[in-house]
């Protein structure tokens, strides 16, 4: 079956508000991808005033259950800030419904502060995706392509845990792009350690958590949320729109030349770029040393090591003034 896509987003005028157990709860309504879900990964923007916090969850039709994707609280050291393990249909910030589901819907608890001050929920929207992903390298824009995105390295940071901070790491570059990484000091530009604090998952023990990632970029950049393309040429599109992309990947030994990485189960870096043969132009944040995290990575390697990584995920955190490509936003409300 080929590839099937689709991004929905919804504002909280969308849906429906209720207070099951006391708790204020935002219900999403149902969405019908025309397709069956294989998984769904969730992104949201949410206000948190200290010691408050929101849970998302999601559900198929006809299943009692809801599925929590995670408790979400922005700051430093929030309590309650985690994945949700024992539930075999969610893997940390995934869901992938047994047997598949034709549609879903999300939920957002909004638990208030102990003295009363409850969040606020912006907007959250959700990808699916089903079938598999493409085996054939995809052809070429043909036209040379570069975003002036700042470089740096996770590990500078790495005698205090930045060698895990890809993700943070890849984000705040690209907020440097837009103007809006929160500043750091005199001696460090970049608050990286900061950033890893403002995403690390308790449960997951790291901050590779895609929803919390982005939910730290919602609270600082005009949109930022979770998605998937179907390959190379889509991710072309963004670039011409001005727009890069943070992109997951995983590769055995030796199948991405010139990585600084030789093997990965999961790492994200930014596409900033593309040459005019095609080939990727990165900012990996794994290199080790600022200078060295621009890389020029083999278009055929590159879309492997991220279709089969990861299937084509991206973080995409852009301005309200940057037009988004028509590819698979699905209702952007």
């Known amino acids: 079956m080929p590839r099937r896509i689709r991004y929905d987003a919804w504002s909280p005028a969308d849906g429906r508000v209720s207070r099951p157990g006391g708790v204020r709860s ?3 309504p149902w969405c019908e991808p ?3 879900i294989d998984d769904l990964v969730a992104s949201w923007a949410a ?3 200290r010691g408050s916090w929101i849970e998302v969850s999601t559900q198929a039709p006809d299943d009692g259950t809801w599925h929590s994707l995670g408790r979400w ?3 430093r050291r929030p309590a309650h800030r985690t994945s949700i393990g024992g539930d075999p249909e969610v893997d940390t910030d995934v869901w992938r419904p047994t047997g598949g589901a034709d549609a879903y819907r999300l939920r957002v ?3 208030p502060s102990p003295a009363g001050r409850a969040p606020t929920l912006t907007r959250i929207g959700a990808v699916v995706s089903s079938g598999a992903v493409r085996a054939t390298t995809s052809r070429p824009a043909g036209v040379e392509r570069l975003l002036d995105v700042p470089r740096l390295s996770q ?5 205090v845990g930045g060698t895990g901070w890809c993700s943070p790491t890849a984000v705040s570059m690209v907020l440097a792009h837009l103007g809006r990484l929160p500043p750091g000091t005199d001696t460090e530009p970049a608050d990286v ?5 403002a995403v690390f998952d308790r449960a997951y023990d790291g901050t590779g958590n895609w929803s919390f990632n982005t939910a730290w970029a919602a609270s600082v950049a005009d949109r930022a949320f979770v998605t ?4 190379l040429r889509d991710a072309e599109a963004f670039l011409e729109a001005g727009i890069p992309l943070v992109a997951s990947l995983a590769y055995g030994p030796g199948a991405l030349p010139g990585a600084p990485t030789r093997a990965t189960d999961g790492h994200l870096l930014v596409i900033r770029g593309f040459t005019a043969a095609g080939d990727v132009v990165a900012n990996d944040p794994a290199a080790p040393s600022e200078r060295s995290v621009r890389r020029t990575y083999d278009r055929a390697g590159f879309e492997r090591a991220w279709l089969d990584g990861a299937g084509g995920l991206v973080y995409v955190i852009h301005r309200d003034d940057q037009v988004l490509p028509a590819l698979v936003r699905g209702e952007v409300r």
């Open 73 to 75: 609280a922005s700051g």
């Open 34 to 36: 025309g397709f069956v």
């Open 155 to 159: 590990m500078r940071w790495s005698e």
């Open 26 to 28: 935002w219900t999403s």
């Open 228 to 231: 998937r393309l179907h390959d």
């Open 47 to 49: 206000t948190t005033p």
């Open 109 to 111: 608890a909004l638990h």
């Open 193 to 197: 350690p900061a950033a890893a604090h």
